[in-house]
C-alpha cells in the first residue's frame, strides 16, 4: 500500500489515528462482530453484538459532555450527519403512518425499534472506527468467524452447511488476501469463488463474486478508461452470471431455485404495490392493518403455479406474523412511505457513489477487492434482504465503509495537491 494511496480502511498518510478514549475499542469490535450472528428474541430478533454497540454508543454519548470533543473524526462527516438526520426522518413517518394506519402496538414497537436501533448501530461503529480504522477489519472478521462458529455450535438453516455457513466467510477470507496480489490476481480469485458457489447453489454469492472480478479487471486499465470501462464490466458479470447459472442449474435444485425465484418476485411486487397505493403515509409497521401480506402470500400462490413449483401455503393458511418481505429499501417505502425510506434511499445512493468512487477514480490497494465487495454485497441486501436481525449490523458497517471511502479520497487528494506543489 503506497503513501500516496492509503486504503480505505487505513488512517491517511501524515495523519495519526485519534487517542481512544476507550483503550478496548479493538477488542469490543471483535467480540461485537463475533457476537453479531448470535440472536435473541425479544419480539423480534436481537443479535448479541448489538448489546455490545449499544455499550459503545453510550461511551460515545459521555464523551462529548465528559471531554467536550467530538467522539471521533467520523462523527463529523457531513454523511454521517446525513445518515442519522434521514433515519430521524424515517422514523418519524413510521410513527406518522402507524399511528394513522393504528397499527398493533406489538407491530409498531417492532417496527419503531429497528429504526432506533438502527441509529444507535450507526453511532457505535463510527466511534469504534473512528478509533482506528483497523477496527473495520476487526468488525467484519469478527461476523465471519462468528458466522463460523454459530454454524460449528448449532449446524446450518435447512442442512446447508456451505449457503449458510461457510461461503460468505470463505469469500470475505479469500478476497483479503488475494487483494495483496493485485488487481489480477484478486479477478482471478473472485471470478474462481464466483463459480464454485454457483455450482453449490448459492446464485446470488455467485454473481456478486462474478461482478467482483470484473470490477477487478476494469482496475488493471489507465484511471481515464475506467468511466467507460465499468458499464462493460457490470454487463458482462451480469452476462457471465447468466451464462454460469444456466449451465450449473440442474434438475436436482430446479425445484428449490424456481420455489426462490417465485417468493423473491411476489415480495417484489406485494412491495411495490403498498407503496403505489399510499406512496405517502405508508402501510405501518409489519403492515398490521393492511392487506399487504395476504396480497404477497397470493401472487406467490399465483407464481407457483404458474412455474409449476409447489409448497407454498395459500393466503388464510399460516399466521401472517410468520411472514416477511425481504427487501430492505421496498419494504421501508411500503411501511412507512417515501419519507420511512429516507435512510434507504440515502444509503443506496451513498453505496453507488462509494463503488465509483473505489473502481473507477482511486488506485489500487491490497484492501480494493474486499472494499469492492463489502459494498456491492450491501447494495444487492438493500434490494433482496430483511431489515432486521444482524442485517442491521451490516448495514452500518457498509454505511462506516462509505465514510472511509470518502476519507480516503480527500487523502488521495491532499497527497496529489502535495506532489504536484513546487
Known sequence: MSASHPGVFAAPAGVAEPASPWPVAGAVSLCAGLLTPFTVSVGGLLPLGELL??????????????????????????????????????????????????????????????????????????????????????????????????????????????????????TVVALLLAGRGGPLLSAAAAAGLGLLHFVLDFRSLGLLCLLAAAFCAVRLFPRAWRAWLAPLGLGLGLLVGGAVYARTQGSRDAERSGRS???????????????????????????????????????????ARLAGVGGFAGANEIEEDTVALHSQLLVTLAEGGLFGAAFFLLFSAALVWALHREIVDRAWTPLSALGQFLLSLALFNVFLSPFSGAHRVHIALAAILVLLVIRAGRADQDAESAEAAP
Do not use: H
Open 53 to 170: 454497540l449499544f455499550a459503545a454508543a453510550a461511551w460515545a454519548l459521555l464523551i462529548p459532555a465528559l471531554a467536550r470533543a467530538w467522539p471521533g473524526d467520523l462523527w463529523r462527516e457531513p454523511l454521517f450527519l446525513a445518515f442519522l438526520a434521514a433515519q430521524g426522518v424515517a422514523l418519524a413517518a413510521y410513527v406518522v403512518s402507524d399511528l394513522w394506519r393504528d397499527s398493533a402496538p406489538q407491530d409498531y414497537v417492532r417496527g419503531w425499534s429497528r429504526m432506533i436501533f438502527l441509529a444507535i448501530d450507526l453511532a457505535a461503529v463510527a466511534y469504534l472506527v473512528g478509533c482506528s480504522a483497523a477496527n473495520f477489519l476487526l468488525l467484519v472478521v469478527g461476523v465471519q468467524l462468528g458466522e463460523v462458529l454459530k454454524v460449528l455450535l448449532f449446524g446450518a438453516l435447512f442442512g446447508d452447511v456451505w449457503k449458510f455457513g461457510y461461503a460468505l466467510p470463505v
Open 261 to 303: 425465484n417465485v417468493e423473491r418476485t411476489a415480495m417484489v411486487v406485494a412491495a411495490l404495490e403498498a407503496f403505489r397505493e399510499s406512496p405517502w403515509i405508508g402501510n405501518g409497521s409489519w403492515f398490521s392493518r393492511t392487506r399487504v401480506i395476504d396480497n404477497f402470500m397470493i401472487l406467490r400462490e399465483e407464481g
